[in-house]
């Protein structure tokens, strides 16, 4: 079957290299302008040249078989490795946290910069956005927060839409911070420190190179009240309270960065995947399993073994 995949994280990616595997010819359009998705890298052009910050999910764990064999073939090709600050079975994408998503999408059919708005059904699949001409699709796969999926299946399956619309997830400022100096810091990785869910220094990650650089994340909680809030205002309000927790003088950094994560960690629904076989319509995301990069992989996989 030719199928298109609405989103080219890591359970797009998943469920397109097990498609593949079957014999069937999966394109994937993604709205970003390139690899990575909650696994993304920024990199910032500072006065101490440029600096790369994992401003999304800061690690990785592997328990199920499979995706510690898929772990494992990753670190063999320089993709990831051990980082012992986040605990004995934490990993890091190297020499950015974006690495093994860069490496599957290198293997796969994607269009970026490609927003889909809206699907149609004649017996055949149609995409519909700004720009998109593709043909049509045999089956469509959904690999975007739950958030992001209602509107565009509504029409096809009220029943998956309203699964979806179940699903809320929690939000995360995130904010990067580059420093002349290292701080007089002893760890590597700050918890749960008042508003701050965690401050990781980012350039102490194994196949880092450059100037001291942090990534500060807000909890849910603090995000969620302050979601509309001025981005400059939140800024200062995270450096501050980092500035606070690590219980020492601070100097300024000398280059900073905010982003704001609608849609950081999901609830869980519980399944894996869900398909409808009449249609040929399907979801699969960390949003059905858990808030883990793991999840995604392992709910991609198993919408592919659904179609068959």
């Not at 079957?1 to 498609?19: D, K, P, Q, V």
């Not at 994937?28 to 990199?43: C, I, N, Q, V, Y």
């Not at 708005?117 to 519909?128: I, Q, T």
């Not at 999901?266 to 858990?290: E, H, K, P, V, Y």
Request: overall charge negative; some cysteine; charged content about 20%.
């Amino acid at each position: 079957m030719r199928i298109a995949i609405i989103g080219a994280g890591m359970a797009g990616l998943a469920c397109a290299t097990e498609l593949r595997r079957q014999g069937h010819d999966p394109l994937l359009f993604d709205k970003a302008r390139g690899p990575g998705g909650r696994m993304s890298t920024r990199r910032m052009a500072t006065p101490l040249g440029g600096v790369s910050f994992d401003h999304g999910a800061q690690y990785l764990t592997a328990r199920d078989p499979d995706f510690v064999a898929q772990v494992q073939d990753w670190a063999k090709e320089g993709h990831v490795a051990r980082w012992p600050a986040a605990g004995p079975d934490a990993w890091v994408g190297t020499p950015a946290m974006n690495a093994p998503i860069r490496a599957m999408a290198a293997d796969a059919d994607v269009t970026w910069n490609s927003r889909i708005e809206a699907l149609s059904h004649d017996g055949r699949w149609h995409l519909h956005g700004d720009g998109i001409d593709a043909g049509t699709f045999d089956a469509v796969m959904l690999a975007v927060p739950a958030e992001q999926v209602s509107h565009l299946i509504e029409p096809h399956d009220p029943h998956m839409a309203e699964q979806a619309r179940s699903i809320h997830s929690d939000p995360c400022w995130t904010v990067m911070a580059t420093f002349a100096d290292r701080l007089p810091i002893a760890e590597d990785r700050l918890t749960d420190r008042g508003l701050l869910a965690s401050a990781i220094r980012n350039s102490a990650k194994p196949g880092r190179s450059g100037p001291e650089a942090w990534v500060l994340q807000a909890t849910a909680d603090w995000s969620r009240d302050h979601l509309e809030d001025d981005p400059a205002t939140v800024l200062q309000a995270i450096l501050a309270a980092f500035a606070a927790e690590a219980d020492v003088p601070l100097p300024a950094p000398v280059a900073t960065g905010i982003h704001r994560w609608r849609y950081a960690k999901s609830r869980t629904l519980g399944g894996d995947a869900l398909w409808n076989a009449d249609r040929r319509l399907g979801l699969c995301g960390d949003w059905l399993i858990a808030p883990r990069i793991e999840a995604a992989w392992l709910s991609g996989r198993r919408l592919a073994a659904l179609i068959g």
